[in-house]
Structures are given as structure tokens and as C-alpha cells.
């Protein structure tokens, strides 16, 4: 787990050492050599060509070791007015930073192609479902901006766990501070955090309550997905028969030669659901410890390092489907929908001037004694309906939420750091 940490390692030290320097621990040729070499240590690290060490306890430990094996003396330097616990917290906090901003990035690519398919189906009707039984026109224009709408929120709650992350830890040492004069603000500013977690208490038990913010931003996500990977193994299935797929993105039977089974998306569905319930366990290997560092903590790497992974897979898959999905024709010309327009028969009543509980009267009686008939025509404008999907109105709520994120300045503070 740790080598998810090896490049933010690195960063985290080219602040510190600067830092170190600017209070007179370190000299003016010490820090030239020590950034020179980490920056060294970083290309081996983003080439492939680090390993942890057999016998090494940790990545912190190995890159320095490293710097005392090529640099002598000066590479001990380096660990002066820090503690494991802060530099541990500081990596953590890259590292999550930066996945968060690679997740954001796949987010916006799937939620770009739910709202191209939106616009390109938005005049495909099929029936909606209340209650799982037959209730009301629908579009795959609404069925498609739904999601890339509920995508939207997901974000917005994934920015404040981005906000929570992207705070300064560094210089908390165990837990307590340091008798070093520490410049904290100038580790914040080059390491590109927004702020500090100024109270050192505080930054020591932000360990596990940030990866379980972390968690539920990244369930909220998953929720997604699974609810529409349920969707379409449902408009799949031969009784909806609403969609369909090549057979190369579905899967056979080993004795039933018709079945084209939605495996994609039972995998899709399966993994986030399994996602959903890592906020719980996050909260349940950290609700009774009291304040201080534990090493209970360093098990939540286990459950969340890979999350994000398997979160970036199953976007990419939901990309796949989406992109080579089939649409069926003429959906609702099927004589098992029509009781879908009985709402619109009651509302074409009304706007000729009967109540509406009159008109609903009289159309369940139609309906019940067999004499109702309706057409197939919706007429629906208002505000984020069939004939209105406001896809640029929901297009705006998504830039204003990742223009908010300002990655520009975090990357500018990296940049710097290994230029």
C-alpha cells in the first residue's frame, strides 16, 4: 500500500527541506543537494524503476535511505521537525488530492456522455415506473440527463471532501508540534493547500475522519452507477426489451445458446454497492479511538487506495456500455402502455375546464369499465420535462461546481516543486 504514497512522499519532503532551510536547519548547499536528489528519487519513482526495499519498514523510511546512501550525512537531516505520524498525514493528503482530481476528471467525461446521449434520444419515449408498475411517459433524454445530473450532486459532495483533503497537516509532528520554529504557512503555500489544519491535535485526528469523507464522496458515485447499471440489466431483459447491446459487451450461457446476459453491468452494479459500504467501514475500524495517532490507522489504506481504482474502472465501463448501447423504436406502441397517457387525458380534460378530481374520476372509470382511449402525443414543457430537458441549464450546474475545485493552483505549486 504504501508505494501509492513513494511520488507525494517526495513532495512533501521538497516543502519540508525548503522550509528547514529558510530557519536556518539546513545550509544554503545542503538544501540544493537534497532537492536535486529527491527530485532524482521522484523520476525513478514516476518510471518504474523505486522499489521498497526488503527489511525497509516503510516508503518514508526508504527515501531516506536512499538520500544517506547517496548524500552521507546531509540525507539525515532531513527528517528534522517532523514526525512519521504528520509526514504519514502530509502523503495521505497528496495522495488523495491528487486522486480526487484524476476522479473528477473521469466524472466529467462519463457526465459529458450521459448529456450527449440525452440530447440524441431526448425524443425516444419509454414508459416510466412508479412503484415498478406502469405510471408515465418517459424519454431516454430524461432517463440519460437524470444521471448525468445526479452526477452533478455527486461532485458537489465530492468538492467538500476535496476542500476537507486539501489542507495542510505538516509540521503537526506526533501530534503536539515542535520546539522548531516550523513555517508551516510556506509548507502550505508550496505544497498548493488552500489552507493549514492549524491545531495540531486536530490535524492528528483529521487521520481516518478524512478518509471517511473521502469514502462517502466516492459512495455517493457509486450509488449512481449502480442505480443505473440496475436500469439497464432491467431495460435489457426480454419483458422490457427497452435496450440492447453488442455481443461482444455481453456474455452467454454455457447450455442456453438465446441468453446475451448484461455481465458489464451486474460487475458495474456489484462493485459499487460494495463501494457504498466502505464509508461504514472506514467509521468502523475508527469510531472508538480517542485522539492521537493509533496504528489502527494504517489499515484504512487497505480498503481505500484500491476504491479509486476500481471507481475509475467502473466509470470507464459505464462509458463503454453507454457509448454502444441500442435504443429500441416506437416503445410505447405496445398496447400494454397506454394506460401510461391516462394522465394526460385527465389534464387535456382539466384545460377544458372540468375539476381535476372530476376529470381523474372519469377517466379511472373509463379505464375500469374498459372504454378509455387515448393518443400517444406528450406535450410536456415545463422546466426539466420531455420536451424540455434543460441539458444546458444542468451543464452550467456542472461547470460551476468543478471551476470551484481550482486544480490550477495545485498544479502550479507541484510544478514548481520539481522544477
Same mark, same amino acid.
Given at each position: ?44 519513482? +514516476? ?20 538520500? +544517506? ?115 508551516? +504557512?510556506? +509548507? ?36 449512481? /452507477? ?77 480498503? /481505500? ?115
Amino acid at each position: 500500500m504504501d508505494t501509492y504514497l513513494a511520488p507525494f512522499d517526495v513532495l512533501g519532503s521538497l516543502a519540508h527541506i525548503a522550509m528547514l532551510q529558510s530557519i536556518n536547519l539546513l545550509e544554503r548547499d545542503e538544501l540544493t543537494v537534497l532537492q536535486q536528489e529527491l527530485k532524482n528519487i521522484y523520476k525513478e519513482i +514516476t518510471s518504474g524503476d523505486f522499489k521498497l526495499e526488503e527489511g525497509v519498514e516503510d516508503i518514508h523510511s526508504q527515501v531516506e535511505l536512499l538520500l +544517506t546512501r547517496r548524500l552521507g550525512e546531509v540525507g539525515k537531516k532531513i527528517h528534522s521537525g517532523r514526525s512519521r505520524n504528520d509526514q504519514v498525514l502530509v502523503d495521505l493528503k497528496l495522495f488523495l488530492r491528487h486522486e480526487l482530481e484524476v476522479l473528477v476528471a473521469e466524472v466529467k467525461s462519463l457526465f459529458d456522455l450521459l448529456q450527449q446521449q440525452s440530447e440524441a434520444y431526448k425524443d425516444h419515449l419509454l414508459p416510466g415506473y412508479t412503484h415498478l408498475q406502469i405510471a408515465m411517459p418517459s424519454s431516454f433524454g430524461l432517463w440519460f440527463g437524470a444521471y448525468a445530473e445526479s452526477l452533478v450532486d455527486d461532485l458537489t459532495v465530492l468538492q467538500g471532501a476535496y476542500k476537507t483533503v486539501n489542507k495542510n497537516p505538516l509540521g503537526s509532528a506526533a501530534g503536539y508540534g515542535s520546539s522548531f520554529p516550523l513555517n508551516r +504557512t510556506m +509548507t502550505t503555500q508550496l505544497l498548493g493547500f488552500e489552507d493549514l489544519n492549524y491545531n495540531v491535535v486536530y490535524a492528528q485526528m483529521g487521520r481516518g475522519k478524512t478518509e471517511k469523507i473521502v469514502a462517502f464522496a466516492l459512495s455517493g458515485i457509486a450509488a449512481t /452507477l449502480s442505480k443505473m447499471a440496475m436500469d439497464a440489466c432491467m431495460f435489457m431483459n426480454q419483458n422490457f426489451g427497452f435496450i440492447g447491446f453488442p455481443d461482444e459487451l455481453t456474455t452467454g450461457s454455457s447450455i442456453m445458446p438465446h441468453k446475451k446476459n448484461p455481465d458489464v453491468w451486474e460487475l458495474i452494479r456489484s462493485h459499487c454497492n460494495k463501494l457504498q459500504a466502505l464509508p461504514n467501514e472506514v467509521a468502523m475500524m475508527t469510531v472508538n479511538l480517542p485522539s492521537g495517532y493509533h496504528r489502527d490507522l494504517q489499515l484504512l489504506k487497505e480498503s /481505500l487506495f484500491p476504491a479509486f481504482g476500481t471507481l475509475t474502472s467502473c466509470i470507464r465501463m459505464a462509458k463503454l456500455m453507454i457509448e454502444n448501447i441500442k435504443v429500441k423504436e416506437n416503445i410505447l406502441q405496445d398496447e400494454k402502455y397506454k394506460y401510461l397517457f391516462s394522465v394526460e387525458v385527465v389534464n387535456n380534460l382539466v384545460l377544458e375546464g372540468l375539476p381535476f378530481r372530476e376529470a381523474y374520476k372519469k377517466v379511472g372509470l373509463d379505464i375500469e369499465n374498459g372504454s378509455f382511449t387515448t393518443g400517444t402525443k406528450v406535450n410536456h414543457t415545463h422546466e426539466g420535462s420531455i420536451g424540455n430537458l434543460c441539458t444546458a441549464q444542468i451543464k452550467g450546474m456542472m461547470d460551476k461546481v468543478l471551476a470551484d475545485f481550482n486544480f490550477d493552483k495545485v498544479n502550479k505549486a507541484v510544478e514548481a516543486l520539481l522544477a
